[in-house]
């Protein structure tokens, strides 16, 4: 089983229990912090999208797959897509096996979300 296939399962537990993206959120509150209204409106909204965890719509609705919006691999306009497997932000990254939450701390602990959106306004876009 991949770290994605984990993630979705772990997500999919959460939904069952009536718990949206909990442990994501956990997680991630407690591993970073994020002050919002500092940075663009853009900004803010990534960072809460990264934060909740939420999918996106398509992915719960049983829509048509979304592709990436910077690399447009089918299906791939997924959290984990943009975050762990985009090849447009390999140089993002940090090397390692990572799972989602804690990519996504280091991503704020670091200050990595304002440079993606510098170079690729599309990233994790709300839709
Ligand atoms: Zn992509």
Redesign the pocket.
Known sequence: MSSNSTIAHNLDTCYGKGSPSSIHYVHVSHTSSVTYGRKSAAHDLVAMRLRLGYRYYWEVSGAAAVP??????PA?HTLA??VM?????VHFRPHGNWDLPPMISWFFNNDIIPAILKDFPLFAPPL
Request: glycine share 8%; net charge positive; aromatic share 8%.
């Open positions: 990436c919006k910077l690399c447009h691999s791939g897509h943009y497997k985009c090849p447009l932000l």
